[in-house]
């Protein structure tokens, strides 16, 4: 089981919440969970004018393992205007449209504002025996 919680801050210090949501899906083959903008298309989704996060910004994606791997998903632009990275202890980018293994069974994707203080932190927890 893969559960997630979604925090977007803003301001100083991540002082301002504005939003916490949470989703989750069982380890199974091919299961997906989606962050980003759009909300007919994401489980987790960002406030609508934050433009730094794309309609469709990551997949959390169950391999046929059943470990799960987080994309960045290429959007409409050549180069973003967010940053991410994955942070278990040990903080690695994220390339524009590049893939990870989520490296244990628990941390955070960071999705940062290149232009501002706004940024949008997935937490993850992998449970009930299945694989990171």
Known sequence: MLDLNMAST????????????????PSRPGA????????SRCHLVTPADWLFVSRTHLE???????AW???WIRGSQDA???????DNGERRPLPYGGTLALPGPSGEVVIADRGGRR?????????????S
């Open 80 to 86: 973003p205007v967010a940053e991410v990275f994955v």
């Open 32 to 39: 997906t969970l989606a962050v980003g903008r759009d909300a």
């Open 10 to 25: 803003s301001g100083a210090d991540d002082a301002a919440t504005v939003a916490m949501l949470m989703a989750s899906s």
């Open 119 to 131: 940024r949008v932190t997935v937490g993850w927890f992998v449970s009930g025996g299945d694989r």
């Open 69 to 71: 791997q987080v994309t």
């Open 60 to 66: 959390f994606r169950c391999d046929d393992s059943g």
